[in-house]
């Protein structure tokens, strides 16, 4: 079993529920069950969420590119902005007690708890890409 799904979205935030919908699709035609739809929604709208927002900062003219593949045993999750890139260690760490009211942070901290794997990678031709795996 091997299939994936290439999305193409605009950056505006209605696109995270756009996203999340035809994951959730496309995690149920391939066979994954109510733990791991659930866990990829979340991350889903999270990191679509992020890159419209921070990544692309709702620019009309960048589009957020969405990869997923269904292969035995785990979902896969690409997320690419089109945006500056940054560099994950200069995000504050939201369980730090200094940083406790501080709203940035907690959506890399639910992609990490969601996912069995989460990485981001600057693109070559610019941007950021949140990979994420999780396991069934």
């Known amino acids: 079993m091997s299939s994936n799904l290439e999305l193409i979205l605009p950056s505006r935030i209605e696109s995270v529920d756009e996203a999340a919908s035809k994951a959730e699709i496309f995690a149920r035609e391939n066979g994954f069950g109510d733990d791991v739809v659930s866990a990829v929604d979340l991350a889903v709208r999270e990191s679509v969420a992020n890159a419209v927002k921070h990544g ?63 990485e981001w990678v600057n693109h070559a031709e610019g941007g950021t890409i949140v990979k994420m795996i999780k396991r069934s």
Do not use: C, W, Y
């Open 56 to 118: 692309n900062k709702f620019d009309d003219d960048k589009s957020v590119e969405v990869t997923l593949e269904a292969v035995v045993n785990a979902f896969s999750i690409q997320v690419r902005d089109h945006g500056t890139g940054f560099t994950i260690t200069e995000i504050p760490d939201p369980t730090d007690p200094a940083n406790i009211l501080n709203a940035s942070g907690r959506g890399i901290l639910f992609m990490r708890s969601f996912m069995d794997e989460v």
